[in-house]
T-cell receptor, first 113, second 118 residues
Framework: NAGVTQTPKFRVLKTGQSMTLLCAQDMNHEYMYWYRQDPGMGLRLIHYSVGEGTTAKGEVPDGYNVSRLKKQNFLLGLESAAPSQTSVYFC????????????FGPGTRLTVT | AQKVTQAQTEISVVEKEDVTLDCVYETRDTTYYLFWYKQPPSGELVFLIRRNSFDEQNEISGRYSWNFQKSTSSFNFTITASQVVDSAVYFCALSGIYSGAGSYQLTFGKGTKLSVIP
């Protein structure tokens, strides 16, 4: 099992450009999440999905969109990147049920200039 | 609303010293889970432990131990005889049964950066 994978690992964008981050998991997990990590801020939830075809907003959703067309994939889109979106982005997944931890991907480091 | 506070931003210890990382949480849920994750300099997030709100037994795993006290809403993490490889950022996190309409969202603390000096 590859677990949770994220592509790309690094990306530099110019202000106003768009891009999509891909998260894939091969564990048949229902729940998937996108977080951003900024220095001194911990991880903050951007969007999440409780199953194929569903998405919902987290704590910091502005400027991002997501889609979950297939159960194994969760896409995070930036339509018009801003310098404030410079961050490390982590994807996570978990099975159904309260007693499970989230499994994290390796992260994507995004710089917006 | 849920909240996790890790008051220690950075800690430095000399190798072989013991160190305790503090975690205090707030939640209205009666059923919840607490977690610790480690983020080494390489950047990935490594799951360390999960503890549910009904189990206040302390847990020990090698040099790591965790003390859960519901009365003080704390879930502290102790590393005994620290090693250089323990240098990392450690995150405490909370998930309630009703978090985010059943999404089991994790609420993270801001992390404690531990530096173990040889």
């Amino acid at each position: 099992n590859a677990g949770v994978t994220q592509t790309p690992k690094f990306r530099v964008l110019k202000t106003g450009q768009s891009m999509t981050l891909l998260c894939a998991q091969d564990m048949n997990h229902e729940y998937m999440y996108w977080y951003r990590q900024d220095p001194g801020m911990g991880l903050r939830l951007i969007h999440y999905s409780v199953g194929e075809g569903t998405t919902a907003k987290g704590e910091v959703p502005d400027g991002y969109n997501v889609s979950r067309l297939k159960k194994q994939n969760f896409l995070l889109g930036l339509e018009s990147a801003a310098p404030s979106q410079t961050s490390v982005y982590f994807c996570a997944s978990r099975p159904t049920g309260i007693s499970y931890e989230q499994y994290f991907g390796p992260g994507t480091r995004l710089t917006v200039t | 609303a849920q909240k996790v506070t890790q008051a220690q931003t950075e800690i430095s210890v000399v190798e072989k010293e013991d160190v305790t990382l503090d975690c205090v949480y707030e939640t209205r849920d009666t059923t919840y889970y607490l977690f610790w994750y480690k983020q080494p300099p390489s950047g990935e997030l490594v799951f360390l432990i999960r503890r549910n709100s009904f189990d206040e037994q302390n847990e020990i795993s090698g040099r790591y131990s965790w003390n859960f006290q519901k009365s003080t809403s704390s879930f502290n993490f102790t590393i005994t005889a620290s090693q250089v490889v323990d240098s990392a950022v450690y995150f405490c996190a909370l998930s309630g049964i009703y978090s985010g309409a059943g999404s089991y969202q994790l609420t993270f603390g801001k992390g404690t950066k531990l530096s173990v000096i040889p």
